[in-house]
């Protein structure tokens, strides 16, 4: 019976620098969420992006929300990574 010989990747403190330096350039572009509201009237969510941009989506299409009461809808937090 053969044995598989292992990949090994090797990589170079210079290319995680590289790495961490371009996602930092790329940081304000990822759609980062900054707030989020319920709007009741018209039961929907309200995400607003660090771009600008806000979404707007009815409750019962969100994933776990559907059934939910509105009064615990309104209570939205935003964790640190948006």
Same mark, same amino acid.
């Given at each position: 019976?053969?044995?598989?010989?292992?990949?090994?990747? /090797?990589?170079?403190?210079?290319?995680?620098?590289? &790495? +961490?330096?371009? %996602?930092?350039?790329? =940081?304000?572009?990822? #759609?980062?969420?900054?707030?989020? /509201?319920?709007?009741?009237?018209?039961?929907?969510? &309200? +995400?607003?992006? %660090?771009?600008?941009? =806000?979404?707007?989506? #009815?409750?019962?299409?969100?994933?776990?929300?559907?059934?939910?009461?509105?009064?615990?809808?309104?209570?939205?937090?935003?964790?640190?990574?948006?």
């Amino acid at each position: 019976m053969k044995t598989k010989t292992r990949a090994r990747v /090797t990589t170079t403190d210079a290319e995680i620098d590289a &790495a +961490i330096a371009q %996602a930092s350039v790329y =940081e304000q572009y990822r #759609p980062k969420a900054v707030a989020a /509201t319920y709007r009741a009237k018209d039961d929907v969510i &309200a +995400i607003k992006l %660090a771009t600008g941009v =806000e979404l707007v989506i #009815p409750r019962k299409l969100m994933q776990g929300l559907g059934k939910a009461d509105p009064r615990d809808v309104s209570k939205i937090e935003i964790d640190d990574y948006g």
